[in-house]
């Protein structure tokens, strides 16, 4: 076991990360998130006033756009919308503006791997930007297997090809459980609760950079 | 062509492999018998198959097999219009959808709706909406879909059977019911509730007397309410088939209200006798 | 009275069933809906299958086309699935294009496909990098009452295994395909994926197999799709509340259960069509 755990610990390499806040003037909330090569632009819009055929009576409704780098967003965007927006959901407290909509708008700058964990540290920053309460922050990472049977955090794209399996998941920051899942390729209950493992390590430097960084912008600002 | 950014894209391009065939297809049987067996010139409609309920989130629902072609169609309704705009303060409004399903024809469809599809779905609104009583549901839609699940030829005529069928088992007021049947014209001879070959195909190399003819037929008014036909026909071919097919609604009519009277039943069972 | 509950309580309705275990339809907490499977009931598609899950009904369509193989595999061939929600199968869908919903559902059976290896994309390569087969398996809600995923993945396995392409040859003078289509062969099912969802009430109540109004009222949604070997070839959990690792492990093991179970009864179903024959 402690073998294992020694593996798990020597394991989780994240390549750099960087993030800006409030970049831009036009939204209330912006955020910029970088892993390596990996870059995306997230901006909320709202609380703002609803569509009368989208209106939640008691909740705020949450709006997830993901634009590609380049041509229309398709199908495989949708299926990543659909799994960033029902996590923002579960973090977000929308019973407190209800009949409102939220927007949540993300531009994929560049691809280079984890791209999904990308999408959702650069969702939690942004709403985390445009003050929207929340019970808990979360983020992202990515797992990926490879031919030898060994995790890999935060792959990138060539990684990622050559994976077995390719995992991400959100975790949330109060009890470090996940919140959300997005799988390819096929792999062992084993391997499973392995990357489980590794992601909620992984998970703690993500959050302490999320502290830190948000620290630095304050200790600027104020 | 703009891509369908809403769907998993295929290939560019791609071939049905009926039309690499390398040997030619079987002779059109002899006049005289048809395919299924049934007989040229006689009102010899293929069995039906129906049955009302089974979609349980529409108001009512009806599914109806006539040799191979196979519908499915839900109500949904009567309920506040969608359009604020055309909200009609004194009759309700009537919206049907007819689709078919990609893989219901010998070729494969596309999932955007063709104009044929529109076509098909506003000859059915025609063919209902004089039997429904609309002045009954003011300010309100009643939505007809139907979807072709296998096209074995007269979807048209089945599928305002099935409609009518769906309407009743959703308890909408109703003067009739609607039944449909259609016939193939081709030369002197006809046949009955063709078959997708049939309707398709042209036997006689006489090129007077082909077409296709649809009637909607109300059969306890004894009215028509909705008629589509196509190719050329002189007068007397035309009403002679108007009445072929009215003789073919008739023949169905019983197995209609068998299927109504048994969902009619199921829903309100008989008191017990005890 | 219980009727008037519902309709103003719905949550609450639902609450006072899970917690004597059991659900407003009479079933268990783990208990599935009868599944009911017909296969090869549309004859002009080369494969089709029809599944009920208590009332969801799809019904999977395969057709099979020629096509150019892809340039980045020229040994390949393509596996197309899209998933419809039309009108038809509930009120909550409207016409026109793709909702959000269907185009998940439908990206996530691509994904499915891929990861388990159903089909190796290579077997439908006819002639390296000329000819290749394209297989569009279109999925149709026929009714929608809750879990499409899982019936949409029994639909697609069925129709797969009935599915009978033609034989293709190229000949040699013109190098044009020439079809036989009397002459067909099945197609090489390597894996038997099997879906199975939850949704999990209040952050805690474990559910399976959903019905539409389950899903709407619950917190999460997840879905563990298994192979044969035990395998998991994809774990689907778009986002909502949290899960327990032994929750995660129960869901696991139910799945692995529904494999079996789903896989028997596909061999069952197809085995009694071909003694009809």
Same mark, same amino acid.
């Given at each position: 076991?402690?073998?294992?755990?020694?593996?798990?610990?020597?394991?989780?390499?994240?390549?750099?990360?960087?993030?800006?806040?409030?970049?831009?003037?036009?939204?209330?909330?912006?955020?910029?998130?970088?892993?390596?090569?990996?870059?995306?632009?997230?901006?909320?819009?709202?609380?703002?006033?609803?569509?009368?055929?989208?209106?939640?009576?008691?909740?705020?409704?949450?709006?997830?756009?993901?634009?590609?780098?380049?041509?229309?967003?398709?199908?495989?965007?949708?299926?990543?919308?659909?799994?960033?927006?029902?996590?923002?959901?579960?973090?977000?407290?929308?019973?407190? +503006?209800?009949?409102?909509?939220?927007?949540?708008?993300?531009?994929?700058?560049?691809?280079?791997?984890?791209?999904?964990?990308?999408?959702?540290?650069?969702?939690?920053?942004?709403?985390?930007?445009?003050?929207? *309460?929340?019970?808990?922050?979360?983020?992202?990472?990515?797992?990926?297997?490879?031919?030898?049977?060994?995790?890999?955090?935060?792959?990138?794209?060539?990684?990622?090809? !050559?994976?077995?399996?390719?995992?991400?998941?959100?975790?949330?920051?109060?009890?470090?459980?996940?919140?959300?899942?997005?799988?390819?390729?096929?792999?062992?209950?084993?391997?499973?609760?392995?990357?489980?493992?590794?992601?909620?390590?992984?998970?703690?430097?993500?959050?302490?950079?999320?502290?830190?960084?948000?620290?630095?912008?304050?200790?600027?600002?104020? | 062509?703009?891509?369908?950014?809403?769907?998993?894209?295929?290939? !560019?391009?791609?071939?049905?492999?009926?039309?690499?065939?390398?040997?030619?297809?079987?002779?059109?049987?002899?006049?005289?018998?048809?395919?299924?067996?049934?007989?040229?010139?006689?009102?010899?409609?293929?069995?039906?198959?129906?049955?009302?309920?089974?979609?349980?989130?529409?108001?009512?629902?009806?599914?109806?097999?006539?040799?191979?072609?196979?519908?499915?169609?839900?109500?949904?309704? *009567?309920?506040?219009?969608?359009?604020?705009?055309?909200?009609?303060?004194?009759?309700?409004?009537?919206?049907?959808?007819?689709?078919?399903?990609?893989?219901?024809? *010998?070729?494969?469809?596309?999932?955007?709706?063709?104009?044929?599809?529109?076509?098909?779905?506003?000859?059915? +609104?025609?063919?209902?909406?004089?039997?429904?009583?609309?002045?009954?549901?003011?300010?309100?839609?009643?939505?007809?879909?139907?979807?072709?699940?296998?096209?074995?030829?007269?979807?048209?005529?089945?599928?305002?059977?099935?409609?009518?069928?769906?309407?009743?088992?959703?308890?909408?007021?109703?003067?009739?019911?609607?039944?449909?049947?259609?016939?193939?014209?081709?030369?002197?001879?006809?046949?009955?509730?063709?078959?997708?070959?049939?309707?398709?195909?042209?036997?006689?190399?006489?090129?007077?007397?082909?077409?296709?003819?649809?009637?909607?037929?109300?059969?306890?008014?004894?009215?028509?309410?909705?008629?589509?036909?196509?190719?050329?026909?002189?007068?007397?071919?035309?009403?002679?088939?108007?009445?072929?097919?009215?003789?073919?609604?008739?023949?169905?009519?019983?197995?209609?209200?068998?299927?109504?009277?048994?969902?009619?039943?199921?829903?309100?069972?008989?008191?017990?006798?005890? | 009275?219980?009727?008037?509950?519902?309709?103003?309580?719905?949550?609450?309705? +639902?609450?006072?069933?899970?917690? !004597?275990?059991?659900?407003?339809?009479?079933?268990?907490?783990?208990?599935?809906?009868?599944?009911?499977?017909?296969?090869?009931?549309?004859?002009?598609?080369?494969?089709?299958?029809?599944?009920?899950?208590?009332?969801?009904?799809?019904?999977?369509?395969?057709?099979?086309?020629?096509?150019?193989?892809?340039?980045?595999?020229?040994?390949?061939?393509?596996?197309?699935?899209?998933?419809?929600?039309?009108?038809?199968?509930?009120?909550?869908?409207?016409?026109?294009? *793709?909702?959000?919903?269907?185009?998940?559902?439908?990206?996530?059976?691509?994904?499915?496909?891929?990861?388990?290896?159903?089909?190796?994309?290579?077997?439908?390569?006819?002639?390296?990098?000329?000819?290749?087969?394209?297989?569009?398996?279109?999925?149709?809600?026929?009714?929608?009452?809750?879990?499409?995923?899982?019936?949409?993945?029994?639909?697609?396995?069925?129709?797969?295994?009935?599915?009978?392409?033609?034989?293709?040859?190229?000949?040699?003078?013109?190098?044009?395909?020439?079809?036989?289509?009397?002459?067909?062969?099945?197609?090489?099912?390597?894996?038997?994926?099997?879906?199975?969802?939850?949704?999990?009430?209040?952050?805690?109540?474990?559910?399976?197999?959903?019905?539409?109004?389950?899903?709407?009222?619950?917190?999460?949604?997840?879905?563990?799709?298994?192979?044969?070997?035990?395998?998991?070839?994809?774990?689907?959990?778009?986002?909502?509340?949290?899960?327990?690792?032994?929750?995660?492990?129960?869901?696991?093991?139910?799945?692995?259960?529904?494999?079996?179970?789903?896989?028997?009864?596909?061999?069952?179903?197809?085995?009694?069509?071909?003694?009809?024959?």
């Amino acid at each position: 076991m402690a073998v294992m755990e020694a593996r798990c610990s020597s394991s989780v390499m994240l390549r750099e990360f960087a993030c800006e806040q409030n970049f831009l003037s036009q939204p209330d909330g912006s955020a910029s998130f970088v892993h390596g090569d990996t870059s995306v632009y997230a901006g909320v819009y709202g609380p703002a006033e609803v569509k009368v055929s989208k209106e939640i009576y008691d909740r705020a409704t949450l709006e997830v756009l993901i634009q590609p780098k380049v041509g229309l967003p398709g199908v495989r965007e949708r299926s990543q919308e659909q799994c960033v927006r029902e996590t923002c959901e579960a973090s977000l407290l929308l019973s407190l +503006h209800p009949r409102s909509s939220l927007t949540l708008i993300l531009q994929v700058l560049h691809d280079d791997g984890s791209l999904l964990s990308c999408l959702l540290n650069a969702a939690c920053m942004s709403l985390m930007d445009a003050g929207l *309460p929340m019970s808990c922050l979360f983020c992202g990472v990515t797992c990926a297997i490879d031919a030898d049977g060994q995790i890999i955090t935060d792959p990138t794209a060539a990684q990622e090809k !050559e994976s077995r399996a390719l995992m991400t998941f959100a975790i949330d920051s109060k009890k470090h459980n996940v919140l959300m899942t997005s799988t390819k390729g096929s792999f062992s209950v084993n391997e499973l609760q392995q990357c489980i493992a590794v992601s909620q390590k992984a998970s703690e430097k993500l959050f302490q950079f999320y502290r830190d960084s948000v620290r630095r912008r304050y200790s600027k600002t104020l | 062509m703009p891509t369908d950014t809403k769907r998993v894209r295929g290939p !560019e391009a791609s071939q049905s492999p009926s039309l690499f065939v390398s040997k030619p297809a079987a002779a059109p049987p002899s006049l005289g018998t048809r395919a299924d067996g049934r007989r040229w010139g006689q009102v010899d409609v293929r069995p039906l198959f129906v049955r009302c309920g089974l979609v349980s989130q529409a108001k009512g629902s009806a599914y109806l097999e006539a040799g191979s072609t196979k519908l499915l169609c839900g109500v949904y309704g *009567p309920k506040e219009t969608e359009r604020k705009d055309e909200t009609d303060m004194k009759c309700g409004r009537l919206t049907t959808d007819m689709r078919f399903a990609p893989f219901s024809c *010998p070729e494969r469809g596309s999932w955007i709706q063709g104009s044929q599809d529109k076509d098909l779905s506003q000859m059915l +609104h025609e063919s209902l909406q004089p039997a429904v009583c609309l002045q009954k549901y003011p300010r309100s839609q009643i939505e007809v879909n139907v979807m072709v699940l296998e096209n074995s030829g007269s979807v048209l005529a089945h599928a305002i059977t099935c409609a009518s069928l769906a309407l009743a088992d959703a308890g909408i007021e109703m003067y009739d019911l609607v039944l449909g049947c259609s016939i193939r014209q081709d030369g002197d001879s006809y046949v009955v509730d063709p078959s997708y070959t049939e309707q398709n195909s042209c036997s006689s190399v006489d090129s007077d007397n082909q077409g296709n003819l649809t009637v909607a037929f109300l059969p306890s008014l004894n009215q028509i309410s909705g008629l589509q036909s196509d190719g050329e026909m002189t007068e007397e071919t035309l009403t002679a088939g108007v009445r072929t097919c009215i003789e073919g609604c008739y023949k169905l009519y019983p197995v209609i209200q068998q299927a109504l009277a048994k969902a009619v039943r199921r829903a309100a069972p008989p008191p017990s006798e005890s | 009275m219980a009727a008037g509950f519902k309709t103003a309580e719905p949550l609450e309705y +639902h609450r006072s069933f899970l917690k !004597e275990n059991c659900r407003p339809d009479g079933r268990e907490l783990s208990e599935f809906r009868t599944t009911t499977l017909n296969i090869g009931s549309i004859s002009t598609a080369d494969g089709s299958a029809l599944v009920k899950l208590g009332n969801t009904t799809v019904i999977c369509g395969i057709k099979a086309e020629l096509a150019n193989p892809p340039v980045e595999g020229p040994g390949k061939g393509y596996i197309v699935p899209n998933v419809d929600l039309p009108p038809l199968c509930s009120s909550r869908f409207r016409p026109g294009p *793709p909702g959000e919903q269907a185009q998940a559902a439908s990206q996530f059976i691509a994904d499915v496909i891929e990861s388990s290896e159903v089909i190796q994309t290579e077997d439908l390569c006819i002639e390296r990098g000329k000819l290749c087969w394209v297989l569009y398996c279109d999925l149709m809600c026929l009714d929608y009452d809750g879990n499409l995923l899982d019936a949409c993945i029994v639909a697609l396995l069925a129709a797969l295994k009935n599915t009978q392409l033609p034989d293709v040859t190229i000949s040699t003078e013109t190098s044009a395909p020439e079809v036989n289509l009397e002459k067909r062969r099945g197609l090489h099912i390597h894996k038997h994926p099997v879906a199975t969802s939850f949704c999990i009430f209040d952050d805690s109540v474990l559910i399976v197999d959903p019905t539409a109004e389950e899903e709407s009222l619950a917190t999460a949604q997840l879905a563990v799709v298994t192979d044969e070997e035990g395998r998991l070839c994809s774990l689907h959990k778009p986002g909502g509340t949290s899960l327990s690792g032994e929750k995660l492990q129960e869901c696991i093991s139910r799945a692995t259960v529904r494999q079996r179970e789903i896989q028997k009864l596909i061999n069952k179903v197809l085995h009694s069509v071909k003694t009809d024959q």
